[in-house]
């Protein structure tokens, strides 16, 4: 029985399948067809000119083993590059390339269409019809480390961002998941890690994008049947910053083309920068194999800002911005509006504006207004110290009683309450909140939780717990 092509290559498949993983013999070897046999040289159809080099860099040896099995040490094996957009021509005109014969494979040639010896990048950000192959940045230059004041806070979020900033790719902060809650700074200094590297090596290939427009991206390419052209996209970038990575959250097919995307670019050396509401531990519906993969590098936290750093927040908003007050209404406002940089920083605007506007000078009294009118309508959260005061309190003990190791049940108790509200009140992660009630993991406050909401609902007595401490917490 004479071989085919497509014995031949089905033959490589199967051994090759064998001893690969399933997901990476169904992105790489999945979408090759079987072209022509001619002697000893067996020619392979492949999506794109990066899909070869892909090929010849990682599945070379396991590729010479296979046709070598089915033709013989004189086996040779040629690429022929199909682009698309080649208006029905089935057969464009073509030109053999000699490789470079890293595969031993004897002489090894490329087939690719004489007028476009390269394939053009398709960019998902460039608008239909207008030819642009560059890729912009979608940074934001007044978002930098100058403007991204240091505190308490934020110190080793910032210190790690400035570590990537100088040689990206190249520490072990990668990838950079810096976690916190809403208005703390996140897209601030994911945006100042990538303008300081845009810098510092402007030859590198930087992007932002927030993991929503990256869904709608993947979704279009699904739709367009281009996903291997829209995986191909990024896998060209030097430093990738995703915004909101935990908006993947129950998306399985953009986790799956992330997940490829994430691996060539780490295992390429390339910078990897994430932001989030939560640290990895407490994200949901997000696959194992990401979640795992968040934490190879380095988890930062953004906290909220302590008084110093808000005071500092403030001067450096009002200098930037040419406009001079009094050292007690930027104590006002440091003291009376705690809850993220966001919110303090929209207070600063809106009082400057009803200053201006209404030719009134900048007074407590307005400060006081302005602070009521912008606060009543932001949910104030309270902090871990605050919530397990009141609760001790509420028990008649002191916060070390609650904090210690006892398993008295009275105390287990108030100290599950003070998680429970924790993570009812704060934007603190599982982990954050069990490391301030005495030294617990994530697990223990998960518990916690649980355990409140199933009493509240059994046990009337612990229910008015519930009831009074949360409205001594909402006053």
């Not at 510092?200 to 279009?220: D, G």
């Not at 995986?231 to 030097?238: L, N, P, V």
């Not at 998306?251 to 932001?275: P, R, S, Y």
């Amino acid at each position: 029985m004479s071989k085919t092509a497509e014995s031949v290559w089905n033959n490589c498949l199967a051994f090759i399948e064998d001893n690969i993983t399933s997901q990476a013999y169904k992105t790489w070897f999945e979408p090759i067809k079987a072209a022509k046999l001619t002697d000893n040289a067996l020619s392979i159809q492949v999506p794109s000119k990066f899909f070869y080099e892909w090929l010849e860099e990682h599945y070379v040896k396991i590729l010479k083993v296979a046709l070598t099995k089915e033709l013989g040490t004189n086996a040779k094996l040629v690429y022929i590059i199909r682009m698309e957009n080649t208006y029905g021509n089935k057969q464009p005109f073509t030109e053999k390339i000699p490789s470079a014969n890293r595969s031993n494979l004897q002489s090894q040639d490329v087939d690719v269409p004489l007028k476009n010896k390269s394939p053009e990048l398709k960019n998902p950000f460039v608008i239909p019809g207008i030819r642009n192959v560059k890729i912009e940045s979608q940074l934001n230059p007044n978002y930098n480390f100058e403007s991204f004041l240091e505190g308490e806070s934020n110190r080793l979020a910032r210190s790690a961002g400035l570590a990537v900033a100088n040689k990206p790719g190249g520490t072990s902060f990668n990838p950079l998941l810096i976690f916190g809650g809403v208005g703390l700074g996140k897209t601030h200094l994911g945006h100042a890690i990538g303008v300081d590297i845009k810098d510092k090596y402007p030859e590198k290939t930087v992007l932002y994008i927030s993991a929503e427009k990256f869904t709608q991206q993947y979704i279009e390419s699904v739709k367009k049947n281009n996903r291997n052209d829209f995986i191909h996209f990024y896998q060209i970038i030097d430093v990738l910053i995703v915004d909101d990575i935990q908006l993947l959250s129950g998306k399985a097919g953009t986790q799956d083309v992330f997940f490829h995307i994430f691996n060539h670019l780490h295992q390429n050396g390339k910078q990897v920068i994430l932001t989030s509401d939560k640290a990895p531990v407490d994200m949901i519906d997000i696959e194992q194999r990401l979640l795992s993969r968040f934490k190879w590098g380095l988890s930062a936290e953004l906290n909220h800002p302590d008084y110093d750093t808000r005071v500092a927040i403030i001067k450096n908003k009002l200098y930037r911005d040419g406009v001079e007050m009094p050292d007690d209404i930027v104590e006002f406002l440091a003291n009376n509006i705690k809850t993220n940089i966001r919110e303090l920083e929209g207070a600063i605007i809106s009082l400057i504006a009803h200053s201006s506007f209404n030719k009134k000078e900048i007074t407590i009294e307005l400060a006081r207004k302005i602070v009521d009118n912008y606060v009543k309508h932001t949910k104030r959260e309270v902090s871990i110290d605050y919530i397990q005061k009141v609760v001790s309190d509420y028990f008649q003990m002191d916060v070390d009683t609650l904090q210690s190791k006892t398993r008295k049940r009275h105390i287990v108790q108030a100290r599950q309450l003070a998680m429970f509200f924790a993570k009812k009140f704060t934007k603190a992660s599982l982990a954050s909140i069990g490391s301030q009630i005495g030294q617990r993991d994530h697990a223990t406050v998960l518990h916690a939780c649980k355990t409140v909401d199933n009493l509240s609902s059994t046990d009337k007595q612990f229910r008015k717990y519930v009831e009074d401490l949360s409205k001594k917490l909402t006053l």
